[in-house]
């Protein structure tokens, strides 16, 4: 029970920064109305957040390592709080973008001190891996919730509602943090690596921003040109710099870890295709199948409950199958599910003709998305796991961009409904799902990669196969 008791509080975490995912989605063309977005501004609603919390959460986790875990979880909640608070009470576009921009931040604060808690009140093995899934599914359930909850609250109560909701779960952490989480007693000693911090957290956000904008503006223009140039710069004076800083903000050796490295290349290719399938699953919801928000919600209970049983399931086959065979698997009933997510796609279908392959692609990506957080941990010393959380966690943003941006670019008639109508969706639609399949299956070669004996504590034997 002692231990219990914190794990509530951590799924918490992990539900808040899930949510917000979901939630501010389907407020947003009261939120144009209200404050006087322009159809092109208003996509920063979005962004403002998505690029500080994708170009920060590496120096989130760093700071988890060196000030203190419960620490960075309390400020994190507290800045998520605050600018939840400014976000209701905006009454022009920019001050919501800006408070967007801090909610973000708290954001890449929050997630790796949080995901960084979990792993290390556990020890490595079974104790870790039902952490880990706890953790899992509140994240699983927050992106439902938040899609459901974004409805029910702008239809009742108008958009300033689903940013005031955040501000007393927010509260209700930040004073429960103090009871139920050890104390981070003293900070670690060491210098801290602002060169790289410096490099790493400006290369990091200006790939996000260019990935998040390169669809809309075009690959080839200058608001997007200069700063993806401008980040691959600097991050390969981020690597320079990590190599020869004796207080590097990502060690690099932590990737000679072979869990570290192959979780890595899993959680880039999970982002790039299985992490955006909801995307378009609720443009089909809503412009084929003319669901309103509250239904759109609702119909995401479907491939929830496929996430929520492939993050049980995971727990139970790692010991079985291995880090490994598990994460294969997970890999082959994603890529599966989603295929046939693609072939039921329908402009006169029905839900019920869409459930089965969006609960086999939830399922495959619950299994997957718990393998991948446990394999990133393994074999990492305490004191650097906040590292390699916000290693994990800025790799899935990343990946999440570049993959949109992909299949955005697939789905080419989504973005003009009125050129062939609902056929036409459909077909970008089935053209965006096989391509996910197809790029996922990339994930194998990740999954080869995994050391094929799993460390006896995820077992409690003196070892066993991975693969």
Avoid: K
């Avoid at 403002?48 to 988890?64: D, E, I, K, M, T």
């Avoid at 439902?144 to 909701?165: D, E, H, M, Q, Y």
């Avoid at 503006?217 to 401008?230: D, E, F, I, N, Q």
């Avoid at 990339?442 to 504590?457: D, V």
């Amino acid at each position: 029970m002692r231990s219990v008791i914190p794990l509530v509080l951590l799924g918490l975490g992990s539900m808040i920064t899930a949510l917000d995912f979901t939630i501010v989605y389907v407020a947003l063309p009261e939120i144009g109305r209200a404050l006087g977005f322009s159809s092109h501004d208003l996509q920063w609603v979005v962004s403002a957040y998505a690029v500080p919390f994708g170009g920060f959460l590496l120096l989130g986790g760093r700071l988890s390592d060196l000030l203190g875990r419960r620490r960075m979880f309390v400020l994190g909640m507290l800045l998520y709080g605050a600018a939840s608070l400014l976000g209701g009470l905006a009454g022009t576009p920019g001050l919501l973008v800006g408070a967007r921009a801090v909610q973000g931040l708290g954001g890449a604060v929050l997630m790796p001190a949080t995901l960084s808690l979990v792993v290390t009140m556990f020890e490595e093995g079974r104790a870790r891996n039902r952490a880990m899934t706890v953790w899992a599914v509140c994240g699983a359930s927050g992106m439902s919730v938040g899609a459901l909850l974004g409805g029910v609250l702008t239809g009742a109560f108008g958009w300033p509602a689903v940013f005031f909701v955040n501000v007393p779960l927010a509260a209700l952490a930040v004073a429960a943090a103090f009871g139920v989480l050890a104390p981070d007693g003293a900070r670690r000693a060491g210098g801290f690596d602002l060169p790289g911090a410096l490099t790493g957290t400006a290369g990091v956000t200006g790939l996000v921003f260019a990935i998040s904008r390169g669809a809309e503006w075009g690959w080839g223009s200058t608001g997007v040109l200069v700063p993806l140039l401008a980040a691959v710069a600097l991050l390969a004076a981020f690597v320079r710099i990590e190599a020869r800083s004796r207080s590097p903000l990502l060690p690099l050796r932590l990737l000679a870890n072979r869990h570290t490295s192959a979780a890595a290349a899993a959680i880039l290719v999970y982002g790039m295709t299985l992490q955006c399938v909801p995307y378009f699953l609720t443009l089909h919801f809503q412009d084929v199948l003319g669901y309103d928000a509250m239904q759109s919600g609702l119909a995401f209970l479907g491939p929830t409950l496929g996430i929520t049983a492939g993050n049980l399931l995971g727990e139970r086959l790692i010991p079985r199958l291995g880090l490994r065979g598990t994460l294969l698997l997970s890999v082959l009933v994603g890529v599966a599910g989603t295929g046939l997510l693609a072939l039921s796609l329908s402009a006169d279908g029905t839900y019920l003709g869409l459930l089965a392959g969006a609960v086999g692609f939830g399922l495959g990506a619950g299994l997957s998305f718990t393998t991948m957080f446990i394999l990133a941990a393994t074999g990492v010393a305490g004191h650097e796991q906040g590292a390699v959380s916000g290693l994990s966690s800025t790799v899935l943003q990343a990946g999440s961009g570049v993959g949109l941006a992909v299949l955005v670019a697939v789905a080419d008639p989504v973005a003009d409904p009125g050129a062939g109508g609902a056929a036409a969706m459909v077909e970008g639609l089935r053209g965006a799902f096989l391509t996910a399949a197809g790029i996922a299956l990339l994930g194998l070669l990740a999954g080869a990669a995994i050391p094929r004996r799993t460390p006896a504590a995820l077992t409690g034997r003196s070892g066993t196969s991975g693969g």
